[in-house]
């Protein structure tokens, strides 16, 4: 289990990545890094307004909002803030149900009030 990540900015994610490293292409507005509980999966954020939103200040990464890997037999949950894993708790599957639903409500809404300024 790791409490921290790197920054390396990329244009394409490399095939094999390495603990500890958030890798970022901003052209292909994506995010990578290999599970931080040491399980190995490889873990891919999408970086868009309805997905995660990246910061980075004086090199060191967040992510928002948090990460949860529900679907992975490990089911970790964690922040990446300022280049720091904060380790959260494991959600209930009503948690990740209800969790799922909002993100899709958030989304509707997200792309209903692009439609409507594009039909203005």
Request: hydrophobic share 30%; charged share 25%; net charge positive.
């Amino acid at each position: 289990m790791i409490n921290s990540i790197k920054l390396l900015k990329v244009k394409y994610l490399p095939n094999k990545l390495e603990t500890g490293i958030l890798y970022v292409s901003k052209k292909y507005g994506i995010a990578g890094h290999l599970c931080p509980c040491g399980c190995g999966n490889k873990i891919i954020t999408p970086l868009d307004s309805t997905e995660w939103q990246l910061t980075i200040k004086k090199d060191k990464p967040s992510l928002y909002p948090s990460i949860g890997n529900w679907q992975l037999p490990c089911k970790s949950h964690y922040w990446i803030r300022n280049g720091e894993i904060k380790w959260s708790y494991q959600w209930s599957e009503e948690e990740i149900a209800a969790g799922n639903s909002a993100e899709e409500i958030r989304r509707k809404l997200y792309f209903e009030k692009l439609e409507s300024k594009s039909s203005k």
